[in-house]
Each structure stands twice: as C-alpha cells, then as structure tokens.
C-alpha cells in the first residue's frame, strides 16, 4: 500500500511535467504570434527586429547599448536589425542630449499606431481565453509567470 507522502512527489513530478508541457506549448504559440505580428506591422520585418520595436516602443526610447544587454545579442546583430528597422520607417534615430556619441532610437508614430492595434487585439484574444477565470484564478496564474520570469 502506497502512503500519500510517498505518492506525494509522484503527484508533484507528474504536475511539473504537465506545466512544462504547457509552458513548451505556450512558446511555442508566442513565437507564431511574433511571427504573426511582425508581418501585420511590416511585411519585412523580421521576428528579432519585432522584439526590439516593442521594447523600444515600451520603453519610449532606448539606446542600441541598451537592446544588446536586453536581449543579450551581439552589438552588430543589434545594429542590423536597428538599419533594418529605420529602413522600414519603424524607428528613428537621434543624438543622445548628454552623450552625442550615443544614439537615442524611438518608434515612429505610425509604428506606435500599428503596436497599438495589435497590443488591442491581444488583449481581446487574452480576454475571450480567460473569460471562464475568475479574478482570483487571474491573479495567480500571473503569480505563476512572475515567479517563472524570476528563474
């Protein structure tokens, strides 16, 4: 006869296994919509040179310095999808006020426009997928994120 503390660390193994299975299928779709939203923001844009217009666009501004520590990416990488980007009309580029050598990379307005509607439309999709949640069933799946994001 198994005891329940014995079964106890099966039951843990068998549930982790569950929630990286999950977590693996959630990337999974995160990489697709990337892809997804890269090509409604500009047909050419690449995944990597999406990552960083969102960041940046968060962010209000920031410098190629501060995208390669960020996404922990070569400076060069950083610097091609940065030409790619301002090709694209998406990003502009200025002298840093207190350190000219420095260059400060905004979105433009029709690229803050165009995350916009997407970050709209997320938020719509997320909405109708945790629709059967209650409010306290959201807080701790976000309390599991957090702590995912942590590790």
Not at 73 to 89: H, T, Y
Not at 131 to 139: F, G, M, R, W, Y
């Amino acid at each position: 006869m198994v005891t329940s503390e014995a079964a106890a660390p099966a039951d843990v193994d068998t549930a982790l296994g569950d929630l990286q299975t999950h977590l693996n299928l959630i990337f999974a779709r995160t990489r697709t919509l990337w892809r997804e939203s890269a090509a409604r923001s500009d047909p050419e844009l690449q995944v990597g040179g999406y990552k960083l217009l969102t960041f940046i666009d968060r962010a209000g501004s920031a410098s190629a310095h501060e995208l390669a520590e960020r996404f922990e990416m070569d400076k060069s990488v950083i610097s091609r999808q940065v030409r790619m980007l301002e090709g694209l009309g998406l990003i502009e580029s200025r002298a840093d006020e207190r350190d000219g050598r420095l260059r400060v990379l905004t979105a433009t307005p029709s690229a803050c426009a165009a995350l916009t509607e997407l970050r709209s439309d997320h938020a719509s999709r997320l909405r109708t997928v945790v629709a059967e949640l209650t409010q306290d069933e959201i807080h701790a799946a976000s309390k599991v994120f957090r702590l995912l994001s942590e590790v």
